[in-house]
């Protein structure tokens, strides 16, 4: 497949009903228009069908939160696992498994920070940052975790009062800076 903005969907209705016009439009409006379109027809499959988001992931061989990222527009749906979809979340229309396998516009609206479990994790990750960055140097050397070779579970655990705990893991590849040596760089080769 090739790699379609979501603001060029093909066939995909707006909310209203109406396919999009083809000429010059709002890209960005289209674009959160078929996203959200999207993604209620995901839910909504997802609710019919009674399924968890971990009963979807472990149908699909997949993290808790790629599937979420799936259903939510986020992530590309790979042609070995639109079969399993499709059998976990029958309510789902061809039409929308087709544009899920679309390459997607990752991304979020600032408006989401506002949600405060959303905040809340972000103030978490801020907090901590400095301390996150200086243990990762620290055990790895000079280098970030990918968000790209990522993982990211969501589970929960039980604190030692009985209390329900959220526990997020974030699983990247560490990638090192590299010494930027002049007769590496293959760009300037003639």
């Given at each position: 497949r090739s790699c379609l903005t979501r603001g060029h969907w093909p066939g995909i209705a707006s909310p209203g009903g109406e396919e999009e016009p083809r000429g010059e439009y709002d890209e960005m409006a289209v674009m959160v228009s078929k996203e959200s379109t999207i993604a209620e027809e995901c839910?909504?499959?997802?609710?019919?069908?009674?399924?968890?988001?971990?009963?979807?992931?472990?149908?699909?061989?997949?993290?808790?939160?790629?599937?979420c990222q799936l259903l939510l527009g986020q992530a590309q749906l790979k042609e070995s696992a639109r079969p399993k979809l499709k059998g976990v979340l029958p309510a789902l229309s061809d039409e929308t498994l087709d544009a899920m396998m679309s390459c997607?516009?990752?991304?979020?609206?600032?408006?989401?920070?506002k949600e405060p479990n959303v905040y809340r994790t972000y103030e978490a990750i801020t907090h901590y940052g400095m301390a996150i960055k200086n243990l990762v140097n620290e055990k790895f050397g000079d280098g970030i975790m990918s968000a790209i070779d990522f993982y990211?579970?969501?589970?929960?655990?039980?604190?030692?009062?009985?209390e329900k705990r959220v526990v997020i893991t974030l699983n990247g590849k560490f990638l090192p800076f590299i010494e930027q040596v002049a007769e590496d760089n293959t760009a300037v080769k003639a």
């Open positions: 839910l909504a499959a997802k609710k019919a069908a009674g399924k968890t988001y971990d009963e979807i992931a472990a149908a699909l061989g997949y993290t808790n939160c790629y599937v997607p516009v990752r991304g979020f609206d600032s408006e989401i920070l990211l579970t969501v589970g929960e655990a039980v604190g030692v009062k009985g």
